[in-house]
C-alpha cells in the first residue's frame, strides 16, 4: 500500500518539522527564561547586600559608610554561588572590592540609573579585558539607591553591580536544550513506532479489500469482507460486500433469465411449429387441389386462426421489449372504467363459458380511472384471461372501487391458486406457473403478467397478489388520480 505509507511520511515530516519548530521556540523562550530569572535572582543579592551593609548619614545623605566585615561575608558566600559584586558610590567609583583596575560603569548606563532604573546587560564577547586582566564574560544587574530627604528629593547614594558567568547560565541552558532534544527524540520514536503500527494495521485492511477485489474481477461474487463497522474503511467493505451481493444476485438472475429465454424459445418453436404445419399442409391441399370444395372455407378460417397465434406472440415479446426500454408513451385520461370492464367481460364471455365459468363486474355504475385507454384494456384483459385459463367450473369477478385519491381493482378467482415460490416470480418474463400449459388455445408465451407489471408501473401504480393453492387468486391493481402526483 504505498499511498498509506507516502502519507505516513507526509505526516511523520508535517510532525517532524512542527516538533522542530517548537524545539527551536522553546529553546529561545528557555532562554529568555534563564537570563530573567538569573536577573530576579541578581537583583534580590543587590537589595540583600544593601541592606545589610550600606550605612547612610541621616545628616548628610550624599556621605554613604559600608559595613566592611558584612560586605567580605556576602563576598564569600556569594563567591560560592560563581556570584560577584561592585559597589559604586554617587560618583561612579568602585569603593569595594578596593580594586583600582575596576572601570567605571558607562555613561549610557549610568545616566538610566539616575533615572532611577534598574540596568540589566550580558557582555557581547567570551572575555572582557579590565586593567591589562582578562575576564569571562558575564550578565550584570545594575541597580540603583536612593536617599530621600526631609523635602522628597531623592539622592543617588550608592549602585550595586551584580554578576554571575555567562558560562554557567549557558551550561544550564545548554542542559535544559539536551533533556529537550532527548525527549523530543523520543517522543518521534515513539510516534513513529506508532504510526507504523497503526499504517500496518489499515494497510492490511485495505489489502483484504484489494484481494476480494481480484476474487470479484475473476468472477467470485460470493466473496465478503469482514467488518466491525466502526470507520469509514469498514463503510467501505459494507459498500463492498453491498456490491457484491448485488452482483451474485445479478449473476443469479442473469442465469435465471437465459434459462426461461432457452424456454421460451423451445416453447416458441414449439407453438410456431404447430401452426406453420398446419399452415403448410393446408397450403399444399390447397395447391394440389386435395381439399374438397365445401372444405376450404373451413381450412381458410383455420390458417387464419393460425396466423393470428403467431401474429399474437411476436407482438407479446416486442411489446415486453418496448415496455421495459421505455419506448412507448402514454395517453393518460379520465374515463368510466366501469363500462370498460363491462365491455371486457362480454369479449371474455365465450372464453369463460368454454372452461364453465361465470364471469362478473362489481363495483357500480360510474368508476373513474386516470391511466392510458389501450394500456388499461390489456393490463386487465392479460390478468382476466389468465385467471379463466386456471379457474374451471368457478367464477371470476372483477371488483372496481374508488380509494384515497385512487381507483382500486381487484380480479378475483376460485382457480387452482398458486404457491409461494409461485408467487415470487409471476411477474418474470417467461414464467409459467404451470409448465404443462405449453401449447394453449390461447397460445400462453409467460409474457402476458410481465407485461401487466411494466405496464402499471409505467403508470406509477402498484400491482399486487394473493393466492392459495385450490383456493384461487386475487390480483390488486391501484392507479394514482392524476392530482395525487
Known sequence: MKLVYQ?????????????????????????????????TSLEKYANSLVEQSVRVSSSNPQHVNFDSESL?????????????????????????PDNVYISKIKSSDWQKLQRGKIVQKVTDQQSRTSGGQTEPAMTDVLKPYFYTD??????????????????????????????????????????????????????SRIERLRKATKQIANGNYEVQVPSKNRDEVDDLANDFNNMARSLQESKEEIQRQEQRRKEFMADA?????????????????????????????????????????LIRLVNENLDYEKIRNNQISL???????????????????????AKNDQISVQGGTDIEVYADYDRFVQI???ITQNA?????NGQIVILAQRGYQETIFKISDTGMGMTKKQLANIWDRFYKADPSRTNTKYGESGLGLAIVHQLVLLHDGKVEVTSKPKQGTTFTVIFPDQQSK
Open 150 to 203: 526631609q523635602s522628597n528629593q531623592k539622592h543617588l547614594v550608592a549602585v550595586v553591580r551584580v554578576g554571575t558567568y555567562v558560562s554557567n547560565i549557558n551550561s544550564n541552558i545548554a542542559e535544559i536544550n539536551s533533556n529537550l532534544t532527548k525527549a523530543l527524540l523520543v517522543a518521534s520514536f515513539v510516534a513513529m513506532l506508532l504510526a507504523f503500527f497503526i499504517a500496518r494495521y489499515l494497510t
Open 269 to 309: 418453436a414449439h407453438e410456431m411449429r404447430t401452426p406453420l404445419t398446419t399452415i403448410n399442409g393446408l397450403l399444399e391441399g390447397l395447391a394440389y387441389d386435395a381439399i374438397p370444395e365445401d372444405s376450404k372455407a373451413e381450412s381458410i378460417d383455420l390458417m387464419r386462426n393460425e396466423t393470428k397465434r
Open 380 to 382: 386487465m384483459f392479460n
Open 331 to 353: 395517453n393518460k385520461q379520465q374515463f368510466n372504467a366501469i363500462d370498460t370492464l363491462n365491455r371486457l367481460a362480454e369479449q371474455l364471455a365465450q372464453k369463460a363459458a
Open 72 to 96: 567580605l561575608n556576602s563576598e564569600v558566600l556569594l563567591r560560592n554561588q560563581s556570584v560577584n559584586f561592585t559597589i559604586y558610590n554617587q560618583d561612579n567609583t568602585a569603593i569595594f
Open 388 to 392: 379463466i385459463q386456471f379457474t374451471e
Open 7 to 39: 502519507q505516513l511520511l507526509a505526516l511523520l515530516s508535517m510532525v517532524a518539522i512542527v516538533l522542530v519548530l517548537l524545539g527551536l521556540s522553546f529553546s529561545s523562550m528557555t532562554k529568555e527564561y534563564v537570563y530573567q530569572n538569573t536577573w
